[in-house]
Nanobody, 122 residues
Framework: QVQLVESGGGLVQPGGSVSLSCAPFGSILIFNSMGWNPQAPGKQRELVATITSGGIANYADSVKGRFSISRDNAKNTLYLQMNSLKPEDTAVYYC????????????????WGPGNQVTVGS
């Protein structure tokens, strides 16, 4: 069974930066698309950034220009650099992966991490 494990995040002030990373535990499965899916309290999980194995990235309008997704295929590791953070970015951020080449919604991912909290506040 494939498990993804996130690390990073935490408490950051508005306007600040934080990074997340995600790697599979106990698996050498190579994923096609990977992505980050924040879920704020009382809201649905949303897909804000995806990246293919070829390095093609896509972003939701809400994070475009502020977040940067990347991956190291040799390590099968996914990253998210989050800059110019806003209080509305506060959420549990879930890493996800799939054998699909493209993803447009969270339900299309097959593998998930347990999530890591990012809180933007003073």
């Amino acid at each position: 069974q494939v498990q993804l494990v996130e690390s990073g995040g935490g408490l950051v002030q508005p306007g600040g930066s934080v990074s997340l990373s995600c790697a599979p535990f106990g698996s050498i499965l190579i994923f096609n698309s990977m992505g980050w899916n924040p879920q704020a309290p009382g809201k649905q999980r949303e897909l804000v950034a995806t990246i293919t194995s070829g390095g093609i990235a896509n972003y939701a309008d809400s994070v475009k220009g502020r977040f940067s997704i990347s991956r190291d295929n040799a390590k099968n590791t996914l990253y998210l650099q989050m800059n110019s953070l806003k209080p509305e970015d506060t959420a549990v951020y879930y890493c996800a992966a799939t054998a699909r080449e493209t993803v447009v919604r969270p339900t299309e991912f097959e593998y998930w991490g347990p999530g890591n909290q990012v809180t933007v506040g003073s």
